[in-house]
């Protein structure tokens, strides 16, 4: 009978050995030359697919592989510093996954990483495709700060959802270092709120349902990357026709973020008559920038706590008009197109839309009453528009730079109307351009029609009559061509 004799065994723990150095990455693709970890294959070479799970990380930062022959190790000789938290977290889980590698002289490279059950086993969080959602959140995030294949399957995880309380904290655990300090600390003190049982279930639920909100934003840092200025150029002169001035004042801008990598301190704000494509240019900037974009219609928000959000007293409490532009983009960088700024200080309820935009416009970060939190604002770049600047406050207008759209010269009207947009009518109705004819007299007609009106909508609106009745003749007449003469205009535009 064998006799175990305990009296002489140690009874220091074996401290953990780590394999492996970090480095830093902001690639928004794993690759082979851009890998999640290496691990080492001196020993032997791995297969492209390598199934099996890491080890826990108190005892040897490696991974185990499941094979035949038996459960070889590797040491992890590097890992991009974004997954340090993540491996470790399926280290302490014993999580099984499928690793994608290709064999180098440095190692064996990991460029994917999936989530595989055997024998039929529950996957990770009860939420199919977590790890799927967790990799492309981490590589969608910038490096943190030093700590003190054909045959691949395409596995997405955009449309994953962090709403369970599983989810959110399995999130947090592994990407919580990716997040700016004070909605970490913001979000573990509700992730303790909506534990609780010493709350109201009231209380609960708005802080699970402002958690997802917020976990669900990717938190961005200040850098821009750069933009062709030529493609600037061209996007702004496809949606626009004329005012050089403006449009060397948006590439003029253009150079600056390319020349700094950051946003301007201060916004577009575009002042003029109405119809004059102030609009237009502010999409065809956020087209330009590459960022999602949201407008805020400040003729229609009466009360400020459209904007800011209402307390999480009142059993109906949601967030404000803001920080739903924030969840809709899924990220915090964004372009907000404030509308009719001059129409903010006219507020009707209790208090003043203005004062909300103006601590939206500081850099300093925008507080929402639902969310409780301060929100980072370093990524938002506001482009207002304006008909008179004068009903703009001082404090508002200090943070534009304000741009002012000239009305359109006769001369512009008639090539905007001649080249775009009759064309463009005709072509939405299905008509050839030679179908619908104006004459030089007729369309000096229809100019001086619109003498006294500012921008081109009526002259867009008198291009969709024009046509309109150029078909009409088309069709009950069945004649090929209708020629407009300048009595024709005259007697149907009236």
């Given at each position: 009978m064998p006799v175990f004799d305990f009296s002489n065994v140690s009874n220091t723990e074996k401290e953990a050995e780590c394999t492996y150095t970090t480095f830093q990455s902001n690639e928004p693709e794993a690759t082979s030359e851009m890998p999640i970890l290496i691990l080492d294959n001196q020993k032997q070479k791995w297969p492209h697919h390598s199934c099996g799970f890491f080890t826990n990380p108190n005892q040897r930062t490696s991974f185990e592989f499941q094979e035949e022959e038996g459960n070889p190790t590797g040491d992890i000789l590097q890992m991009d510093s974004r997954f340090v938290s993540l491996i470790r977290w399926l280290g302490e889980h014993h999580i099984n996954v499928r690793l994608s590698g290709e064999n180098q002289e440095k190692g064996y490279a990991v460029y994917k990483i999936r989530e595989i059950a055997f024998g039929g086993g529950t996957k990770l969080s009860a939420e199919d495709g977590f790890l799927q959602f967790m990799i492309e959140r981490l590589l969608a995030s910038n490096a943190p700060a030093e700590e003190v294949g054909e045959e691949d399957e395409e596995e997405l995880g955009d449309e994953m959802k962090l709403t369970s309380l599983q989810s959110i904290t399995d999130f947090m655990t592994c990407a919580g270092r990716t997040l700016p300090d004070n909605i970490r600390l913001w979000a573990r003190r509700n992730l303790a709120v909506a534990r609780s049982n010493e709350v109201s279930q009231e209380e609960r639920r708005h802080a699970q349902r402002a958690l997802s909100i917020m976990m669900n934003i990717q938190w961005k840092n200040n850098y821009f990357g750069s933009i062709d200025p030529k493609e600037a150029r061209r996007i702004l002169d496809e949606e626009l026709y004329g005012m050089e001035r403006v449009k060397?004042?948006?590439?003029?801008?253009?150079?600056?973020?390319?020349?700094?990598?950051?946003?301007?301190?201060?916004?577009?704000?575009?002042?003029?008559?109405?119809?004059?494509?102030?609009?237009?240019?502010?999409?065809?900037?956020?087209?330009?920038?590459?960022?999602?974009?949201?407008?805020?219609?400040?003729?229609?928000?009466?009360?400020?706590?459209?904007?800011?959000?209402?307390?999480?007293?009142?059993?109906?409490?949601?967030?404000?008009?803001?920080?739903?532009?924030?969840?809709?983009?899924?990220?915090?960088?964004?372009?907000?197109?404030?509308?009719?700024?001059?129409?903010?200080?006219?507020?009707?309820?209790?208090?003043?839309?203005?004062?909300?935009?103006?601590?939206?416009?500081?850099?300093?970060?925008?507080?929402?009453?639902?969310?409780?939190?301060?929100?980072?604002?370093?990524?938002?770049?506001?482009?207002?528009?304006?008909?008179?600047?004068?009903?703009?406050?001082?404090?508002?207008?200090?943070?534009?730079?304000?741009?002012?759209?000239?009305?359109?010269?006769?001369?512009?009207?008639?090539?905007?109307?001649?080249?775009?947009?009759?064309?463009?009518?005709?072509?939405?109705?299905?008509?050839?351009?030679?179908?619908?004819?104006?004459?030089?007299?007729?369309?000096?007609?229809?100019?001086?029609?619109?003498?006294?009106?500012?921008?081109?909508?009526?002259?867009?609106?008198?291009?969709?009559?024009?046509?309109?009745?150029?078909?009409?003749?088309?069709?009950?007449?069945?004649?090929?061509?209708?020629?407009?003469?300048?009595?024709?205009?005259?007697?149907?535009?009236?």
């Open positions: 060397q004042r948006i590439i003029e801008t253009i150079i600056q973020i390319n020349r700094t990598h950051t946003l301007p301190a201060y916004g577009l704000l575009l002042v003029g008559p109405a119809g004059t494509g102030k609009s237009q240019i502010a999409y065809a900037v956020a087209r330009i920038l590459k960022l999602p974009w949201t407008t805020l219609d400040m003729s229609s928000i009466n009360d400020p706590e459209q904007l800011t959000g209402s307390s999480r007293v009142y059993a109906n409490a949601k967030p404000g008009i803001i920080m739903e532009a924030f969840s809709m983009a899924g990220a915090s960088s964004l372009v907000f197109i404030i509308n009719e700024l001059d129409k903010a200080a006219s507020g009707k309820g209790n208090g003043n839309p203005a004062d909300v935009l103006l601590t939206l416009l500081d850099n300093l970060g925008f507080t929402d009453s639902y969310m409780e939190c301060m929100i980072p604002t370093v990524g938002v770049y506001p482009i207002a528009t304006a008909n008179d600047k004068e009903q703009i406050s001082a404090p508002l207008m200090s943070r534009f730079a304000v741009i002012d759209i000239p009305d359109y010269t006769p001369e512009e009207k008639k090539i905007i109307f001649s080249r775009f947009s009759l064309p463009k009518v005709l072509k939405r109705m299905g008509m050839k351009e030679s179908e619908c004819v104006v004459t030089p007299e007729a369309l000096d007609a229809v100019i001086e029609k619109y003498q006294d009106t500012s921008g081109i909508r009526d002259l867009e609106q008198a291009a969709e009559h024009i046509a309109a009745n150029a078909l009409y003749q088309i069709e009950a007449e069945h004649v090929a061509q209708v020629v407009f003469d300048k009595e024709m205009i005259k007697e149907l535009l009236g």
